[in-house]
């Protein structure tokens, strides 16, 4: 069997290593000129983390980013709402890792380069289409950088793991439309600053409709560290302004994002001056897609934000793409026909990641913040007075167990 991949994002370039180490052919397409380190910061939650370890890049990981030790929810005026020990310090027998997403698909994509070879990646190729037939599957793919000839290849499974805007995805669902937004913008930026609390936690402050993210992407080097910030806002009526097509990582200044930053408060961190020395701010709408009735017709199959973009509430969307590459690379595995094996990695990571993709659209975790200053708007004395342990714990754990990164989940897999 040889399976071609459109994308070499972190879900393509994982699912190729999986299926290299099960003795799977695997020809990868990527649109860009080449692969890069582009994006800022990511969480990986310890269930992908332990993927990513049986593939024996655990040691890479550790040189570029940070083993996440706490996750602190506060309110936009930096009261704690919530807090929780995250990965190994948590019980995972894997950590949990803040990282920067280039440097995460750099470590992916240079472990693929050197087991599968230097052609494992052709680049500046585009899918734009494919047919099927009894015996196969043949991709055609046009020169996205030059214009020059495009280029047909064969194999007997195709996965297309492109992104929102998947080419494959278009071919299934021409009518689909834009991705879904509900007016709510993301800045994100990185910057070096001196190290923030024990340099290995996070903090989320504000709910849904406000709100900063704040933690550090890279080890601490001589007392600073490189910190990662998002500010989310909304900011625009979704049904009267749509976002921009071109709107997808464009550079905006800083004027433009300071007034909103400046309305949160994290202990210990001076966020106006975090924003200001950020020297590339960058916008992203806030978007997803409805989950989809089927991601697999015949020998080919959707994965990753190609299949189930989701709001980045959770730290899930790289970890749900990661698990994907597991569930796809087993099933094909076993030696079945194509379409029993896509149908099966359909059967099991469709429905669970559709239900990442409801919850991260009213907060997921992170709804815990929203129903604490819901009810306490101007702040309080005693987090128990405006919601009690038990109801946080229930919104905060029930998260982790639909999503798979729970440590009772944890157990259930390893055994």
């Not at 009735?293 to 199959?301: D, I, K, L, S, Y």
Request: glycine content about 10%.
């Amino acid at each position: 069997m040889k399976v071609i991949i459109a994308g070499a994002g972190i879900g393509g370039l994982t699912t190729a290593l999986m299926l290299h180490a099960r003795g799977i052919p695997v020809q990868i397409y990527e649109a860009a000129r080449e692969v890069r380190e582009v994006g800022v910061g990511i969480n990986v939650l310890p269930h992908a983390i332990r993927e990513l370890a049986d593939l024996g890049l655990l040691s890479e990981l550790d040189k570029v980013g940070v083993r996440t030790r706490k996750l602190s929810y506060l309110t936009k005026y930096g009261q704690e709402v919530w807090s929780e020990l995250r990965g190994m310090h948590a019980g995972h027998e894997v950590p949990q890792f803040s990282i920067h997403r280039g440097r995460l698909q750099k470590v992916i994509h240079d472990a693929v380069i050197e087991r599968l070879g230097p052609d494992a990646i052709r680049t500046g190729r585009r899918m734009a289409g494919f047919v099927q037939d009894d015996s196969g599957v043949t991709a055609h793919f046009t020169d996205s950088v030059e214009g020059g000839n495009g280029v047909s290849d064969r194999a007997e499974v195709l996965i297309c793991a492109d992104g929102i805007h998947s080419a494959g995805r278009k071919v299934f669902y021409p009518n689909e439309g834009p991705p879904s937004w509900q007016g709510v913008v993301m800045w994100r930026g990185a910057t070096e600053m001196p190290v923030w609390e024990d340099g290995e936690s996070m903090a989320i402050g504000g709910g849904l409709g406000g709100k900063f993210v704040l933690y550090p992407i890279a080890p601490a080097v001589k007392g600073r560290q490189l910190m990662n910030w998002v500010v989310n806002v909304r900011i625009k009526d979704p049904e009267l302004s749509p976002p921009p097509p071109d709107n997808w990582s464009r550079q905006v200044p800083l004027s433009e994002v300071l007034p909103h930053a400046l309305r949160f408060s994290v202990p210990g961190m001076d966020i106006g001056t975090l924003v200001r020395r950020t020297k590339a701010i960058f916008e992203y709408p806030m978007a997803d897609r409805d989950p989809l009735p089927r991601w697999t017709f015949g020998r080919v199959t959707l994965l990753g934000d190609a299949a189930h973009p989701m709001y980045p509430v959770g730290s899930n969307g790289a970890s749900q793409a990661i698990l994907d590459a597991r569930c796809l690379a087993d099933e094909l595995a076993k030696g079945e026909h194509p379409r029993a094996a896509l149908w099966q990695y359909e059967k099991q990571r469709l429905p669970k990641t559709a239900d990442v993709v409801q919850t991260n659209r009213v907060g997921g975790p992170e709804r815990v913040i929203d129903e604490v200053e819901k009810r306490a708007p101007a702040g309080f004395k005693a987090i128990d007075q405006v919601l009690c342990y038990e109801d946080r714990k229930a919104i905060v754990g029930g998260y982790a167990s639909m999503a798979g990164f729970s440590k009772v989940s944890a157990v259930r897999r390893a055994s």
